[in-house]
């Protein structure tokens, strides 16, 4: 089982992102998908989240700028972030697992296998 995170980079505040995750060796259309971030010093914090039926799960820190989706004919999700803060900048992970229910997408333990991580550094 695979998971390969990339998309990340350097942008401007106030830029736009897509991250793509994808997935290999596992049943994804069956996967809840979710996305963490860990900025440096800090906890790994839960961002979006989708069940393998397309329900979305938004913190209130990201509602309105990230958006969440997945192509399953593709084996991949997406992380769409939209007016990008300084703040925003951390190491971005992928997560997919087949536990749990809508409620508990923000749980890092529902989740079976994580991507390696893709850095996204925003400039002020």
């Known amino acids: 089982v695979q998971l390969q995170a990339s998309g990340g980079g350097l942008v401007q505040a106030g830029g736009s992102l897509r991250l793509s995750c994808a997935a290999s060796?596992?049943?994804?259309?069956?996967?809840?998908v979710g996305w963490f971030r860990q900025a440096p010093g800090k906890e790994r914090v839960f961002l979006a989240g989708?069940?393998?039926?397309?329900?979305?799960y938004y913190p209130d820190s990201v509602k309105g700028r990230f958006t969440i989706s997945r192509d399953n004919a593709k084996n991949t999700a997406y992380l769409q972030m939209n007016s990008l803060k300084p703040e925003d900048t951390a190491v971005y992970y992928c997560?997919?697992?087949?536990?749990?229910?809508?409620?508990?997408?923000?749980?890092?333990?529902?989740?079976?296998?994580w991507g390696q991580g893709t850095l996204v550094t925003v400039s002020s």
């Open positions: 060796g596992l049943s994804f259309r069956r996967c809840h």
């Open positions: 989708t069940t393998w039926s397309g329900s979305t």
């Open positions: 997560a997919a697992g087949t536990g749990g229910i809508w409620s508990s997408l923000p749980r890092q333990e529902i989740y079976d296998y």
